[in-house]
């Protein structure tokens, strides 16, 4: 039973050029989540997706980012027009319905030069 | 808005030298606390959960507890294989009940 996949592992991207950092969640579940996790700081949470909806993206940055949650595919987080402020990890999770607590992935390590 | 904090930033101890990771936090209503280890490039691996005052949760070395206020990770005769990053986050019973919110976590290191 595999986890929560996440890819690429790494993405290194020049300012001005789009990022996308794919999530497919653990099978049978239908609730994904994107932390951030800034270089010295904790996680914080991004958003929050059920399948083709956004739930909460209250912790998303208004401009330059987005996510979907398609009904067949993996959860897309896009960051259009990186800057070298992008550059953290970037972790996905995912629950089977609003349960207390989630998995995560690996993280996707994106760094902006 | 929820808070947590945790101390020490950093934590280097012995082979076999116990000690406890501490975890203040400010919340809403606790719906859940929890402990995640994260290795160097690697996702958070969950530990524990824990739910209300008084709750204790083992784990091979490791034992985690509550109170009101702060949750403490114990770890007894620790082995080199123990070093990583301890992270804990507070979920609230509030409308956005889903949310973790994490401390900067405990950055522990255990010399053989």
């Known amino acids: 039973n595999a986890g929560v996949m996440q890819n690429p592992r790494h993405l290194v991207r020049r300012r001005g050029q789009e990022a996308r950092l794919r999530c497919s969640p653990m099978?049978?579940?239908?609730?994904v989540y994107w932390y951030r996790q800034l270089p010295e700081e904790g996680l914080k949470f991004m958003v929050y997706?059920?399948?083709?909806?956004?739930?909460?993206e209250s912790g998303m940055p208004k401009e330059r980012f987005s996510a979907e949650f398609p009904k067949e595919g993996p959860s897309i987080l896009r960051i259009q027009q990186v800057v070298r402020g992008d550059s953290a990890a970037y972790f996905c999770?995912?629950?089977?319905?609003?349960?207390?607590?989630?998995?995560f992935g690996s993280g996707t390590r994106l760094t902006v030069v | 808005e929820d808070q947590v904090t945790q101390s020490p930033e950093a934590l280097r101890l012995q082979e076999g030298e116990s000690s406890s990771l501490n975890c203040s936090y400010t919340?809403?209503?606790?719906?859940?606390l929890f402990w995640y280890r994260q290795d160097p490039g690697k996702g958070p691996e969950f530990l524990f959960t824990?739910?209300?005052a008084g709750e204790e949760k083992e784990k091979e070395r490791l034992k985690a507890t509550l109170t009101k206020k702060e949750s403490f990770l114990h770890i007894t005769a620790p082995k080199p294989e123990d070093s990583a990053t301890y992270l804990c986050?507070?979920?609230?019973?509030?409308?956005?009940?889903?949310?973790?919110?994490f401390g900067k976590g405990t950055l522990l290191t255990v010399n053989p």
């Open positions: 824990l739910y209300s």
């Open positions: 099978k049978g579940h239908s609730h």
């Open positions: 919340v809403s209503g606790l719906r859940g």
């Open positions: 986050a507070v979920q609230g019973r509030g409308g956005s009940n889903y949310k973790l919110t």
């Open positions: 999770a995912s629950s089977p319905q609003d349960v207390n607590g989630y998995t």
């Open positions: 997706l059920q399948k083709e909806n956004i739930i909460d």
